[in-house]
């Protein structure tokens, strides 16, 4: 029923809900969870300051602690940090996400994202191919990766794939 109110837009009540949840269950880390994504829906322009965003990160670390083997409360925690644009935070905790479960395309799918608003032209790519390697799915999100292409050098103008060096390290690699 909660996560229908959620669903259903009803973010106050689905909050309230949670809330509720918590207080008779502590140790439910999947209320803790969802709390932390109504608390963000809850907000038109998230703010780290804001009481709600101070809770939703405070959720997600207690939810972290109570499982430690399960990745969802870091990887909601880096997507909020990436909203926020904490983006140094954002990777920190997408990075413990793939420690916990590495198969996750899309958090390494969000790590190509964040390099790529950091023009880190390289690594948003590097990124992007893991995470296609691991769900060939994702490809339809990814129409930066031409624009980091050609800014990494690896795209001429026409949008033609440069020639690969022996000694060049960038993705991709093909050959004529």
Do not use: C
Not at 84 to 98: N, Y
Not at 130 to 150: F, H, I, N, Y
Not at 165 to 170: F, G, I, L, S, V
């Amino acid at each position: 029923m909660t996560a229908r109110l959620l669903a259903n837009g009803d973010t106050l009540a689905a909050i309230d809900a949670f809330r509720k949840i918590i207080s008779e269950k502590p140790d439910h880390t999947n209320a803790r969870v969802s709390l932390a994504v109504a608390l963000m829906q809850a907000q038109d322009e998230p703010d780290i300051d804001s009481p709600f965003t101070i809770e939703a990160l405070e959720q997600l670390d207690t939810a972290a602690t109570l499982d430690l083997d399960d990745p969802v409360p870091h990887f909601n925690k880096g997507v909020l940090l990436r909203d926020l644009k904490l983006f140094d935070r954002a990777l920190r905790s997408f990075e413990i996400t793939l420690d916990i479960e590495e198969r996750l395309p899309t958090a390494i799918l969000h790590m190509a994202e964040i390099n790529y608003e950091l023009e880190n032209w390289e690594e948003a790519i590097k990124l992007a191919r893991l995470a296609l390697v691991r769900d060939p799915g994702l490809e339809g999100s990814m129409g930066w990766v031409r624009v980091a292409m050609r800014k990494a050098g690896l795209l001429d103008s026409d949008g033609n794939v440069i020639e690969k060096h022996e000694d060049d390290t960038r993705w991709p690699v093909r050959k004529p």
